[in-house]
């Protein structure tokens, strides 16, 4: 039992520290491969000096983050065989697929390519080495789509039939076509665009303010980071819009938790705050706006929603006796901050574009200062949006088929556990200082002028 | 041949492009220890456009092994806990250093990551070695498929043997490597000299593996097969060792990556068609068959595997080439 326990907080912790590295990835290789292709189609020669440095710049960001996402992305792999063998026993025929296909597909492309972009600027002409990193930027989003049709099995399995005690794939395309990799995978793109075009910003503004001879430089960069981010938090609102409308058949009781609607009602209010009495299965105190949630759902002002005791009667009647409701509390809360902390987002990134491109930026050294600070805040959303994804299907692994607690590798001991776990989190900790320390030195020092060098 | 044999071959494909790429990494990231900045700058840099997309045959070894055998990748990495972990801190810690140790200018900086390079190297050559060891001898795995041991049980002279045996083999088949793709004369000349230290100690602890092999596995149940690949990596071994001192890089290169492939081979010949040996019940040993993905899972994965590991040898074989020039003392500003 305790085994189980510890093995969760394992994965937990390391699946969230590597999901603070992949969003990153994701946007940065795309906004790297941006920069590189005005390099290539640049003019004029001292731009192109510029641009030069600019990718360089960037696409060093991009190489610290990236080792960080590809060495911890490993242990995630291993940890499905190390500590969830049973998971992998029931789930192999099916969920091992995607997985080595995003090795096969993904992780080669990127990989190779990468290094290709790092040591051959002498050896390719300018458009081979510019694509070479639009390779990259696709392997990395291409490994995001494999690994989230994997994910969206656990949340809402098709294609699959149960023979002889495990789940057996029955059909390959029903596990590509499976709306739930939809939203799952547009959200994380347009997360990971927010993601690295906000980073981004930050670091502009800090070489806009402190930088003197890369000021110009970093303010033109500022322009693009500015639109870059604001599309991608457009993209990651639709898209969260509309996969949490689909949850409302996928998954009701993830959604249910999202809003801690404890009883169907129709039509259903939005719960701004709520004082959550799980033992009860209801809110004491809450503060709604009538309509809300069915308007959010249905896009109406007649439409029913589940509750979640409801849904925990359905859930009995269908897998017997037990609990079937995730965290309430955790999901409730996690939901608002990421909803806040992306509109946080979207007022920063706004404001910012208005101010780099109608105004001398500079002029406003308050802001400038302000903003490396807010460096954060993606990364917050990023990592309870991901609690979300994965608290919401509990107490199951693969949402109706198998439950957490019967997926962990039976041989392991307490103390095993403990071992990994505090090996895991110690390292963990010590590389992100010291990734950090690199990051920030490297971004104090560099400098992007016109003189060749 | 039926889908299971067929994925048993990618199987052997997949590590054995693995052992070969990887295994040079793992050597040069071992022959770092003791050296002066500069050569451990020049060597990392002789492995770096590529060693990133070798690593990549491990993940690929796992997940196909995952799709194809999934019992097996259950069994295994449940069975191989704390190793698996140790291996986990060294391949983080190498993998994080490469990219790192030039991000800052400090001779103390490079010095502690390629600290934790050799130790990143060091620690998976070998655990493999012991893995492969355990394997090829049986471990306790009852009837329901579980491990019934403790990390303990996986130490015995035979696979520390196996342990050191990789390491060495590792370390002259980077030092080959290294021998093609350096282009400081001084630098060159010690290595080839320690090389073939390097290379006598490892082909003695290879012929010592197959020795105790014979002894400690049922590796001689299968006739001349059982050691005809064993001794074909031997001769190799020696031969490696003959063309290096002769100063034949290309040859030698050559030689110690078609040892460290008959090797693998060897090891799942000796295994065929188990993939996991029961040492309590020859009935409760994982094989290609109990341990298997359905025919529907193995088809999809055999069509991606015919399309795109040709591909990827493709594009790899195409980065060599592509780096073939000898690394020089002025490369070493990228980093």
Known sequence: MEALLLSRWQFAITTVYHFLFVPLTLGLSIFTAILETWYVNCGSYEWRIKIKKLVKFFGTLFLINFAMGVVTGIVQEFHFGMNWSEYARFMGDIFGAPLALEALTAFFLESTFLGIWIFGWDKLSEKRHCLCIWLVAFGSNLSAFWILVANSFMQHPVGYAIEGGRAVMSDFLALLTNPYVLGEYCHALFAGLSTGGFVAIAVCAWKILNDEQSRESFISVMKIATVYTMVGLLGVLGSGHLHAQRLNDLNPMKLASFEALWETENPAPFAVVADINEEAGRNDFEITVPYMFTIMVHNSLEGKIKGINDLQAEAMKKYGSGNYIPDVKGMFWSFRMMIGVGGLMMLVTLLTGVLVYFTRIINFKCWLRLLPFLAPLPFIANSVGWYIVEAGRQPWIVVGLQKTAQAVSPNLTAGEVWLTLIGFTAVYLLLAMLALFAAISFIRRTHVTEEEG | ?335
């Open chain 2, 1 to 335: 041949m039926d889908l299971n044999v067929l994925w048993f071959v990618l199987i052997i494909v997949l590590f054995t492009g693995f052992f070969v790429l990887e295994g040079f990494d793992y050597g040069v990231g071992m022959l770092l220890i003791g050296r002066k900045e500069y050569d451990r700058s020049m060597m990392i840099r002789a492995i770096g456009p590529v060693w990133d997309g070798n690593e990549v045959w491990m993940i690929t070894a796992g997940g196909a092994m995952f799709a194809a055998f999934p019992h097996v990748y259950a069994t295994m990495f449940s069975t191989f806990y704390f190793a698996l972990f140790l291996m986990l801190l060294g391949l983080i810690f190498r993998g994080v250093a490469f990219e790192l140790r030039g991000k800052y200018p400090s001779s103390d900086w490079r010095l502690g990551w390629d600290g934790a390079i050799v130790f990143g190297s060091l620690v998976p050559a070998l655990l493999w070695g012991v893995a492969v060891t355990n394997l090829l001898q049986g471990l306790p795995i009852d009837a329901y498929m579980h491990y019934a041991g403790n990390f303990g049980d996986l130490l015995s002279p035979y696979t520390i043997l196996g342990g050191l045996t990789f390491i060495f083999v590792f370390i002259f088949h980077g030092a080959s490597f290294l021998m093609l793709r350096l282009g400081d004369e001084g630098l060159l000349l010690d290595l080839k000299r320690k090389s073939i230290k390097f290379g006598v100690i490892a082909a003695i602890l290879y012929v010592g593996l197959m020795a105790m092999s014979i002894v400690s596995t049922d590796i001689m149940s299968k006739g001349f097969f059982g050691l005809s690949s064993f001794a074909c990596g031997a001769l190799c071994f020696v031969m490696a060792i003959n063309a290096m001192y002769q100063g034949r890089a290309i040859a030698a290169f050559a030689l110690t990556s078609m040892a460290i492939a008959s090797t693998v081979v060897q090891f799942f010949v000796a295994l065929f068609p188990r993939l996991m040996v029961s040492s309590l019940n020859p009935e409760w040993s994982l094989t290609i068959y109990n341990a298997a993905s359905t025919p529907h899972t193995l088809m999809i994965m055999t069509v991606a595997a015919v399309i795109f590991v040709p591909l990827v040898l493709f594009y790899q074989a195409w980065t060599y080439r592509l780096f073939k020039a000898r690394v020089m003392p002025s490369d070493l500003k990228h980093y």
